[in-house]
Structures are given as C-alpha cells and as structure tokens.
C-alpha cells in the first residue's frame, strides 16, 4: 500500500483520526505521491474548517436544577441490606435455605400436576396474563401520546392542514386513554391516574377545537395544559413501563388470554 | 475528601436516592456539551440531560463498574441524543430546505482575504457546517460528533450506538463525505 497504491478518502480519514493500523506506511506514502499528499491537505482543510459549536454556558447551579427535576420521579432502590447473620452461620443457613427449597419445589410441582387436573385452575393465571396486556397497551398507550405532544410542542399554526393529522390522532387516543386511566384508577397507581387525567384533559382540548388548530390555539394550550410538563411525565411512566415490558413479554407466551 | 463515584453508585442502590444528585451535579454539564454537540440546542440538550439522568437512574443496576461511570453516562447520553435527534429529524427535514444555500455562498466569498468581509465569510461558513450537519441522519451526526468533536474511538462510538465498529466507522465516513459535499463550494469560490 505504501508507494504502489493511492490511499482511499476512508483510508484518508482513517489516517486523519489516527485510527489507521498502519500509519508509519501511510506517512511514508504521502510523502511521495503528490496525488494523495493533495487530496489529504484538502480532506484537513475540510475537516479542520468543522468546528465544535460552543453550548451556551450553564449556570453554577445547573446540575442542582437538573437533579430537583427529575428528584420527584425517582423511586428508592429497597437495598442490599447489611447482614444480620455473624459469617459462621451462613453456611448452615445454606443448607436449611436449599433444604426449604426442596420442599417448596415439591409443593410446587404438585399444583401444577393439580392444575393440569383441574381447568377451573387457570383462572389465576388468565388473571395475570390480563395484566401483562395491559402493561402492553399501557406501553403502546404512553408511546403514542409521547409522540403527539412532540408534534403538538413543534407544531406550526400557520400551517392549518399539518394540524389536521393531530387532531385527528387525539380524537383516537382520547377514546384509548379513557380506557387506560380506568385501569389505571382500578390498579392504584395516582402518578399514573394523575398524568392520564392531565392527558384526557388536554386531549379533549385538542380534539374539540372546531377550526382546526391555530397559531394562537397551539400557544394557549402549550401555556395552559403546560405541554412540556406533561410531556415529561408521559417520558417518566413510559420508561418505567417499558422496564416491566420484557418481563411481561416473556411470561406472556404461552399464556391463555 | 470527594467520594467516589462508584461509592455513589453503591449508596444509590442501597437505598440512598438523594445520593444520586452529587452524580447529577458532578456530570451534567458534560453530558450537557455532548448532548449540545449532537442535538445543536440548548432547548434539547436540556431535555437530553435530563432524560439522560433518568435512564441513569433507572439503569444504575446495569452498571457494573467495570467502565467508569463517566463513560457508562456518556454512552447514555449518546443514546438518548440519538434517539431525539431521530425524532426531530422529520421536522428538521421540511426546514432544512429553507435554509442556507451552498451555491449562494460560494458567490458571498469571493473576496475572502478583504477584512470586513472575514466576518461574513465566517458566518457563511457556520452556516453552511449548520446546514450540512443537519443533512446527516442521527446516526451519522452523532457519530461524526463523537469522533471529530469528542475525539472518541471507534470503539467507544460503537458502544455509545450500540453497534460494531466497522458500522460505527462507516457511520463516521458516510458524515465526513456528505460533510465534504456540502462544504466543498466555499473552497472553490476561496
């Protein structure tokens, strides 16, 4: 490669980052072959014009500010609690804890031997597999109503057709979040029932306005229903549920819906 | 004496939530730069930032230790960037047609050398690298970002992206062409 072949412009810019394997022969090849020395000192000029933009800068107190908002949305981690047991006894502890598991393993393969017995049985699991959808929807619920306030905080008002697509999808999660908050209301969770509420709230504003959205419209209702609030609480549940989706997904196959 | 970073990390998983803020606090304005550098805002990159503490938070299980946690962060905040600048991408894309012509500013800096006009010169190239960035997808741009501008390794970008490192390199030489492309008249007009 050194002196009988030119160097490619990914060779080129490998060379430039210094992430070339064999940088020594590249060198040694550019200070022979004018062709390549030209196209490297363009690729430099080039890449040396790109400047790195400089963020306007933060306060002292930024990272204070960034940690009081999210704070409330946190939940405690329960902990590894320090051992109460002197070291001596753990071993001992094994052997009692495996001993118990034996016996519940055993208790347990015996209600799924009476299980199989019985059809009544599966109700409790019917039960639970109900559950999992619902986190699935809850899911699929959160993701859509993340994108519509996305669209609806970057919406333009003076264009009145691009808001038609918002209403129109409002309309339709407003009917699915009545559903939702309902179960919401039945499972106890008041962050999750507060935050749909706010939706609907919102949704409804959304979709019942006669003329279509305008400039003056989108501002009152990101003002009022404080868009970027709710928006950050959707992103809060919808990252909690999607940390219970994978177990949900893989207890739900083969569950009898 | 300041403690560790990975002592934080502990005392957060044993059950000390509020512990989690000195990490905030001792991070968030480079995870701030980044998120800046990839998403072009400060709207965004706030928005970033605090997702990114979030994901940091609910996550903090996953981290093992065996990285520092300023790396494991970054790689969050990477992601995080990523993923709004693919959101905002669709928007972006109606705009992007609006704005700076390349044609037009290679005619702006004929007389490059003469002195009142190195400072349109200069903005007729920020706009242009502006322009040009925004024609990258997400993916190029927040490459491009960690390798020019974070001077972070293949490596390194690959697992921010999770991806392999060949696709994280060609990620990086599919943004310096376009890059080239879109910046090439102000060199032939200079």
Avoid at chain 1, 86 to 106: E, I, M, Q, S, Y
Avoid at chain 1, 188 to 202: T, W
Avoid at chain 2, 12 to 26: E, P, Q, S, T, Y
Avoid at chain 2, 110 to 126: C, M, Q
Wanted: proline share 3%.
């Amino acid at each position: 490669m050194a002196n009988t072949k030119h160097l490619s412009e990914e060779e080129l810019i490998e060379h430039y980052y210094g992430e070339d394997a064999t940088a020594a022969s590249a060198e040694r090849h550019l200070k022979v072959c004018a062709k390549c020395a030209k196209d490297y000192s363009d690729l430099r000029r080039d890449l040396g014009g790109v400047k790195s933009p400089a963020p306007v800068a933060r306060s002292q107190g930024y990272g204070e500010e960034v940690w009081e908002s999210i704070r409330g949305s946190l939940q405690v981690y329960e902990g590894r609690r320090r051992s109460w047991l002197p070291p001596r006894l753990w071993r001992p502890l094994v052997w009692v804890t495996a001993c118990a598991l034996l016996v519940a393993g055993a208790f347990v393969a015996g209600r799924v031997w009476q299980r199989r017995q019985s059809p009544t049985a599966t109700l409790a699991s019917d039960s639970q597999a109900r559950q999992r959808v619902v986190i699935w929807v809850l899911g699929d619920h959160l993701d859509r109503s993340e994108r519509l306030l996305v669209e609806l905080n970057h919406a333009d008002g003076k264009d009145a057709a691009a808001a038609l697509p918002i209403q129109s999808e409002a309309r339709e999660l407003l009917a699915a979040n009545r559903l939702v908050r309902q179960s919401a209301t039945e499972s106890g969770d008041p962050a999750l029932d507060a935050a749909l509420d706010r939706l609907e709230r919102l949704l409804v504003e959304v979709a019942n306005q006669p003329n279509g959205l305008s400039e003056a419209d989108l501002n009152r209702l990101r003002q009022e229903m404080n868009t970027d609030g709710l928006l950050f609480d959707v992103r809060v549940l919808r990252s909690r549920v999607m940390e219970q989706q994978p177990v949900a997904a893989t207890e739900l196959k083969g569950a009898s819906i | 004496m300041e403690e560790s970073d990975h002592t934080i990390c502990r005392a957060v998983l044993a059950g000390d939530k509020d512990a989690f803020g000195a990490l905030v606090v001792r991070h968030s304005q480079t995870v701030f730069r980044v998120a800046y550098r990839i998403t072009g805002n400060d709207e965004d990159a706030d928005e970033v930032v605090q997702e990114t503490f979030l994901r940091g938070y609910q996550k903090l299980q996953s981290f093992e230790g065996r990285s520092s946690f300023t790396t494991w962060i970054y790689r969050i905040a990477s992601n995080c960037a990523l993923d709004l600048v693919g959101r905002r991408k669709s928007n972006a894309e109606d705009r992007i047609a609006e704005d700076h012509d390349p044609e037009q500013g290679g005619v702006q800096v004929a007389d490059r050398k003469a002195g009142p006009d190195r400072l349109l010169l200069s903005r007729e190239i920020d706009a242009t690298q502006e322009s040009a960035m925004r024609s990258l997808t997400a993916i190029e741009r927040t490459a491009f970002v960690l390798r020019h501008m974070e001077d972070r390794s293949t490596e390194e970008i690959a697992a921010a992206l999770n991806m392999a490192p060949n696709a994280a390199k060609q990620a990086v030489f599919r943004a310096v062409r376009k890059l080239r492309r879109q910046l090439a008249p102000l060199w032939a007009n200079g």
